[in-house]
């Protein structure tokens, strides 16, 4: 299992991660708005992300981190 961080400050709200994501387990926080006024990508199950790190090489801004 995979820990994913993303740092919400700096999401843009861009979908490309969504997209990326194999398992489709990422989606946009519909409930906060970050300091640059987008709702920030967020994993909706952590237990299911299989570590594949497409989500942080398709982030044009790198707000991904992800920790094996």
């Known amino acids: 299992m995979a820990t994913v961080i993303f740092n919400d400050d700096l999401c843009q709200g861009c979908c490309l991660c969504?997209?990326?994501?194999?398992?489709?387990?990422?989606?946009?926080?519909?409930?906060?708005?970050?300091?640059?006024?987008?709702?920030?990508?967020?994993?909706?199950?952590p237990d299911e992300c299989i570590g594949c790190a497409n989500c942080a090489l398709m982030c044009p801004d790198v707000v991904i981190e992800i920790n094996k």
């Open 18 to 45: 969504i997209e990326a994501c194999p398992k489709k387990i990422i989606e946009l926080c519909k409930n906060k708005i970050n300091v640059k006024g987008f709702h920030p990508a967020s994993l909706t199950n």
